[in-house]
């Protein structure tokens, strides 16, 4: 079994930048490839970045292009999130979540692939 840990978040102003980290523990595999999905207050989850197990491939969002990026460190077992120039619609609770990748090396955006997730992170953006 795989247990993702997340840290980082909080609250920033517009502009300003968060850097979230996600951790996995437990049964590690070298072939997990890493999403991070949020679920801003009163609407559904939504995608917005991943990558593939060997880090070769990244995917995120439109809103987030530019802004955001996905990273690892396989040595570690990690992957972050490095957000910056926040905005107020990034607002969100925010998890990672990770699945064993065995063929390809894609960063896959759909939330049904991934079989485990982190406990959440709160990120708001307010002034």
């Known amino acids: 079994q795989v247990q993702l840990v997340q840290s980082g978040g909080g609250l920033v102003q517009p502009g300003g930048a968060l850097r979230l980290s996600c951790a996995a523990s437990?049964?590690?595999?070298?072939?997990?490839?890493v999403g991070w999905f949020r679920q801003p207050p009163g609407k559904e989850r939504e995608f917005v970045a991943a990558?593939?197990?060997?880090?070769?491939?990244?995917n995120y969002v439109d809103s987030v292009k530019g802004r955001f990026t996905i990273s690892r460190d396989n040595a570690k077992n990690t992957v972050n999130l490095q957000m910056n120039n926040l905005q107020l619609e990034d607002t969100a609770v925010y998890y990672c979540?990770?699945?064993?990748?065995?063929?390809?090396?894609?960063?896959?955006?759909?939330?049904?692939?991934?079989?485990?997730w982190g406990q959440g992170s709160q990120v708001t953006v307010s002034s």
């Open positions: 437990g049964r590690t595999y070298s072939n997990l490839a």
């Open positions: 979540a990770a699945y064993k990748q065995t063929i390809g090396d894609r960063a896959i955006s759909s939330s049904e692939e991934y079989d485990y």
């Open positions: 990558i593939s197990w060997s880090g070769g491939s990244t």
